[in-house]
């Protein structure tokens, strides 16, 4: 699996006109994904994390507006390198893995346990890394999707391919995102190829292809399914 992913700004999903909390943890995702590569280089390990708008009830804008300040804060921490403190916290700051607890129901909470896992992944803690995606994967939407994204990523790591591609394609399944669905399902295609399974992946570049023209991800389908030629034969897009 390739741990990196071109920087292109057609794929940067749209912003929408909002300054609710939500909106800035979206935008939040969205840079974190596209630019990962830039924040952290090899630091941490490839997980497809994404925004999604989180409409919360009038009474829970307090607690969103008090996530929102301290996961910004954790992942400032994060992106410097310091992954442990960034995750565990100390007497000056709240670590991404108090935030995901405390503020569970919130959208700064939910993004909390996606970095967590992000962390945890960096450091070499696979089994720690899969059981913080997979508590976030409830739901619709690209920040579920993203979890599911981190699902497939830690089973890489532990080499179970054909469960990664199938965690890659349920991401896909949640995003709302069309260059997330591209990149995922483009993901999926990688792992099915590690797994043995050249047909499975060439169908699902095929329909990357045809469904997501113009992203990064589209391009990378289309040279999976070249490489793949020999195998699956030739294919009529």
């Known amino acids: 699996m390739n741990d990196s992913f071109p920087k292109t700004g057609g794929e940067q999903p749209p912003v929408p006109e909002d300054n609710g909390h939500s909106e800035k943890i979206e935008r939040l995702l969205d840079f974190f994904i596209f ?33 929102s300040l301290l996961v910004d804060a954790a992942v400032s921490v994060m992106e410097q390198g310091d992954l442990s403190r960034a995750l565990n916290g100390d007497n000056e700051l709240k670590g991404l893995r108090e935030i995901s ?11 909390a346990g996606i970095m967590a896992g992000e962390c945890y992944l960096a450091l070499g803690e696979t089994d720690a890394a899969l059981q913080a995606y997979r508590s976030r994967t409830d739901g619709k939407g690209d920040l579920s999707a993203a979890a599911r994204a981190g699902e497939g990523a830690s089973l890489l790591k532990k080499q179970e391919f054909a469960n990664a591609a199938d965690a890659f394609r349920k991401a896909a399944e949640t995003a709302f995102n069309p260059a997330l669905k591209a990149l995922y399902l483009t993901e999926a295609a990688d792992a099915l190829i590690a797994a043995g399974e050249e047909k499975q992946a060439a169908e699902l570049c095929v329909t990357v292809i045809r469904e997501y023209p113009g992203y990064a991800s589209t391009a990378k389908s289309r040279a999976l399914l070249l490489s793949l030629a020999p195998i699956t034969g030739t294919v009529q897009l």
């Open 35 to 67: 630019n990962k590569n830039t924040i952290i280089a090899a630091v941490v390990a490839f997980v497809a994390v994404a925004g999604a708008v989180i409409f919360l009830q009038q009474e829970r804008q307090s607690s969103e507006q008090t996530a």
């Open 101 to 111: 607890e405390t503020y569970r129901s919130t959208s700064g909470g939910k993004f």
